[in-house]
């Protein structure tokens, strides 16, 4: 096994917004350890979800490299990184994405089945997911049928069902209201934790972002390690 999950190497990436460049990587550099929990702060715009892009093989930075589980990413092929993205990085986004006309447990099995697990094997591993989440007694349940934070919680399932060992968060629980927040957060945390999983969570919740193992700070292009969050804009 690779000791680092994910790393950032001299990230850099310049969107043009009419004729203005917008410098938002100007050689970002991070790397998170197997299983460590870190959080992606910085004010809105700043480029958070860009991040968790590039880092996801989602978005290919104009310079740079990207490490998933060790292996250097920029020179593979689409098909290879479609390959990585499948088995080795799970996502979590603020909107769940579900799939509407399948069940809850369907949702989890499916990434799986696409990855070739069997349906019996898939479905095991979905509902002991689903059931680490509380979500036991909703199996059945289509999207429409279940509430903002079980959406989510099904979601988070789905992220972890082809067991990564990266998952990549842009604000799980920003759609939800604070007490539900709180409890979504709570079980995506100790489950990420429970299965060994190395996080990336980009969240503007810094009560949230201390909870985690480290925080990074994405100021002016670059990522700060260990950031002081008392003088951190919210
Ligand atoms: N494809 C693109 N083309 C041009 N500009 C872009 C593109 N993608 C992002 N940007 C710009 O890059 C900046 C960073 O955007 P990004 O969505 O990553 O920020 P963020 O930190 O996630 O913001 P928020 O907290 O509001 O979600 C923004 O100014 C955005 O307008």
């Keep these: 096994m690779s000791n680092t999950a994910l790393e950032l190497r001299q990230v850099e990436r310049t969107y043009q917004q009419g004729d203005v460049p917008l410098h938002v990587f100007r050689g970002a550099s991070l ?10 702060v910085g004010p809105s715009g700043a480029g958070k979800s860009s991040l968790l892009h590039i880092a996801g093989l989602l978005e290919k930075p104009d310079a740079g490299e990207v490490l998933i589980a060790g292996a250097p990413c920029m ?19 603020q909107a769940h994405h579900l799939l509407p006309e399948f069940s809850a447990t369907e949702n989890v099995v499916l ?23 509380g979500l036991e007694y909703r199996l059945e349940h289509r999207p429409a049928q279940l509430s903002g934070g079980e959406q989510q919680r099904v979601a988070i399932a789905r992220a972890l069902a082809n067991r990564p060992s990266l998952l990549l968060a842009d604000e799980p629980t920003g759609n939800l209201d604070p007490k539900t927040s709180r409890a979504v957060f709570n079980e995506f945390v100790s489950l ?3 299965e060994g999983v190395a996080a990336l969570v980009a969240t503007h919740n810094l ?5 985690m193992d480290r925080v990074i700070l994405l100021h ?11 003088s951190t804009p919210d």
């Design 207 to 211: 009560d949230l972002a201390r909870e």
């Design 220 to 230: 002016e292009g670059l990522l700060v390690d260990g950031a002081d969050l008392a």
């Design 192 to 194: 990420t934790r429970g």
């Design 111 to 133: 990434p799986q089945m696409v990855a070739g697990v069997r349906r019996k094997a898939a479905t095991a591993v979905a509902e002991r997911l689903l059931g680490r989440l």
């Design 75 to 93: 020179g593979l092929s689409d098909a290879e990184k479609t390959r990585v993205r499948r088995t080795e990085i799970g996502f979590v986004y």
């Design 31 to 40: 790397t998170i350890r197997p299983g460590e929990l870190v959080a992606l």
